[in-house]
């Protein structure tokens, strides 16, 4: 039986300018860095509230996941913004925008009233989009 998600994959343009937007603007931690053979590097952030969560930082690339031709078409769509990358909770979206944009994070949407609370959505420098959400007061 599966019981958590403990890594999900953010495909990234390159990866110091993503370590340095996902720890200096939106305030996550390292919890891995280690070169690997090949150019690979295991990148992982999260935020710190969440010990058991891990953000895979990938730059496509051939390796034995992928040939060349699909980690270009993978840099593409990401460049584009074409791929979703999840949803940020806050317990206040608007302050938290403020702040976020205040570091000169790109917002695509305002905090707006949605069905299932606050929602903004912003993009990191690599074009990945992500949610920004505040749930409803129960």
Known sequence: ??????HATVY?????QALEFYTQKLGFEVRQDVKMDGGFRWLTVAPKSQPDLEIILYEPQATGRMDEATANQIRALVQRGALGAGVFDTDDCRKTYEELKGKGVEFVSPPKEQGYGVEAIFKDNSGNWFSLTQRPQQ
């Open 12 to 16: 990234v343009q390159d990866y110091d």
């Open 1 to 6: 039986m599966i019981t958590r998600l403990s």
